[in-house]
């Protein structure tokens, strides 16, 4: 049974920083394209960032380049988003996703549809 498990969301205030931890397990992480999204109040799911099996490459949304950054550790099956100057707007669940890539070049993903697995997600609230 694959499980991702979010942690690390919480309270903070505008420009603070947090750093989300997804663990997964049941499935063979190094060969999956992880991603995270997030969905706000009323809002759909968005695209933040995703990062290949091997950790190379990565993508992010615009509106969190600069500030947010994407990685993983495969020998701990654990992808990770490091958040800083947070603003209110960043305030959301936020989901990590995961999609068989297998270890070769793999096109990034940025629709929440195309990923197979989430997690139960854990909420980020940036308060002004």
């Known amino acids: 049974q694959v499980q991702l498990v979010e942690s690390g969301g919480g309270l903070v205030q505008t420009g603070g920083s947090l750093r989300l931890s997804c663990a997964a397990s049941?499935?063979?992480?190094?060969?999956?394209?992880m991603g995270w999204f997030r969905q706000a109040p009323g809002k759909e799911r968005e695209f933040v960032a995703a990062?290949?099996?091997?950790?190379?490459?990565?993508r992010s949304a615009n509106s969190v380049k600069g500030r947010f950054t994407i990685s993983r550790d495969n020998a701990k099956n654990t992808v990770y988003l490091q958040m800083n100057s947070l603003k209110p707007e960043d305030t959301a669940v936020y989901y990590c996703?995961?999609?068989?890539?297998?270890?070769?070049?793999?096109?990034?993903?940025?629709?929440?549809?195309?990923?197979?697995?989430w997690g139960q997600g854990t909420q980020v609230t940036v308060s002004s």
């Open positions: 996703a995961a999609r068989y890539s297998g270890q070769r070049i793999a096109t990034m993903r940025d629709r929440a549809g195309e990923y197979e697995y």
């Open positions: 049941g499935l063979t992480f190094s060969v999956y394209l």
């Open positions: 990062v290949t099996w091997s950790g190379i490459s990565t």
